[in-house]
């Protein structure tokens, strides 16, 4: 029926607001140099697990001797060999580096992107406060308009007047407020992005609470990528304890009076381990308190995650709750106030020159406007607690985005 086509209609701005932002986000300079740093990453994968190249020798020499000269060349070809479990332990790491860079990237696209949605959440915040103050003057100035007939015709109090400009004035002043704190939110935003003063910005977005996976959170992401290098690192300590061994191939030719001599020789070669094993325990030990600590910033992560879903729940109930109750009060308020005016406008002139008519209608669009901006604060603080879910969505998300604006900035 229609509600459900205005929930579809809702959901889908949604989305589109959640896109644009992410689209503003990974064309920043900052997402765009730690990219380039998942490209490098991912290069470098190609170079790891290297083997050693062969390496030729050619020697030549000649004996001058009284009764016979000799002449000598000699070849040894030479093939130096990995330490056993030392390449597999170089790509292990080689790939852990390359899924912290992606975590890494992710993070801070999601630090930008929350960043980016409190200021914008500031921006609508402010925007809000400004149509109600500026309501509600135009309201006390048309009882001000009532109020100077009154003392026009001599039958008004200037301390009503007083009170009703000290109210207007107070009003004015708080608009002024939350306009310089747009400017500033939009300056900010425009800074982050490096846009110029005209271009647009988008608007408030945040991600779905239920769509939230706290093991596929940017955080936990890079503290896996971390245990990950921890144990390759671990297993290259245990492949620097081995020897290294080197294969060769040696060709000499001696040329002599008598006729050629040929020597064919095979060779192999092997170091000594008796420091790198110390060495080796050591690295070993460190690697070990690397794996430990990123299984601590892992399971940390994990709870920081359930803590900002959960504080997004809360804040969105005590949103709903807030408008709710404002809404209510704010009809029984504006219900007395239509009143007061009914009975003042009844009541002839004296009515609103009274003792205490004004004073009470000033009391009452206080009220009003204290309750609704209590909902605003409410609804604000809601905003910024979805929008503390960015740093927390899965990192795939963020190499969807890129991979999808780099194509459609394409020719």
């Known amino acids: 029926g229609a509600e459900d086509l205005a929930t579809t209609v809702a959901t889908e701005t949604e989305a589109a607001r959640r896109g644009a932002l992410q689209a503003a986000v990974v064309t920043t300079p900052v997402l765009a140099a730690a990219r380039a740093r998942v490209d490098a ?50 790509r292990e790491r080689a790939a852990a580096v390359l899924a912290m860079a992606e975590a890494d990237h992710a993070l801070m696209a999601g630090e930008m992107a929350m960043d980016l949605a409190m200021a914008a959440s500031e921006i609508e915040t402010a925007g809000q406060k400004i149509t109600l103050l500026e309501k509600q003057i135009g309201r ?29 004035a107070s009003m004015r002043l708080m608009v002024e407020q939350e306009r310089r ?14 846009r110029a003063a005209g271009e647009p910005l988008p608007a408030f977005a945040a991600p779905p609470i239920d769509g939230l996976a706290p093991s596929e959170s940017a955080a936990v992401r890079l503290a896996a990528a971390r245990e990950a290098e921890a144990a390759a690192m671990k297993s290259m300590a245990q492949a ?42 050591a690295e070993e030990r460190a690697a070990l308190a690397e794996s430990a600590a990123a299984r601590a910033d892992a399971a940390s ?10 504080r997004a729940a809360r804040a969105a109930r005590l949103a709903s ?26 009541g002839g002139a004296g ?43 899965p990192t795939s998300l963020w190499s969807v985005v890129f991979e999808n604006q780099t194509t459609t900035s394409t020719p």
């Open 140 to 168: 006390l100035e048309a009882v001000l308009g009532s109020v100077d007939a009154r003392l026009a015709a001599g039958t008004g109090r200037l301390a009503d007047r007083l009170a009703v400009q000290t109210q207007v």
């Open 301 to 310: 992560a994990r709870l920081r995650v359930d803590a900002a879903i959960a």
């Open 240 to 281: 620097g304890a081995r020897p290294m061994t080197g294969v060769g191939l040696r060709l000499e030719r001696e040329q002599t009076r008598m006729g050629n001599e040929d020597t064919v020789g095979l060779a192999f070669m092997t170091e000594i381990p008796w420091r790198a094993r110390r060495y080796a325990r």
């Open 41 to 90: 990453a991912r290069e470098r994968t190609g170079a790891a697990g290297r083997f050693a190249d062969p390496e030729v020798e050619v020697m030549g020499s000649r004996a001058d001797m009284v009764d016979e000269d000799r002449t000598m060349w000699e070849l040894n070809l030479r093939q130096p060999l990995p330490k056993r479990g030392e390449r597999g332990a170089d």
């Open 351 to 393: 009515a609103m020159g009274g003792e205490s008519t004004v004073l009470m209608l000033v009391e009452i669009l206080e009220k009003v406007t204290t309750t609704e901006l209590q909902a605003i604060d409410a609804e604000a603080q809601e905003r910024i607690a979805r929008a503390g879910l960015w740093p927390h969505v």
């Open 181 to 194: 704190m747009a400017d500033d939110a939009r300056t900010d935003m425009r800074a982050r992005l490096g």
């Open 321 to 346: 709750v807030a408008r709710q109750l404002s809404d209510e009060t704010r009809a029984r308020l504006e219900a007395e106030f239509e009143a007061l005016v009914r009975a003042a406008a009844a």
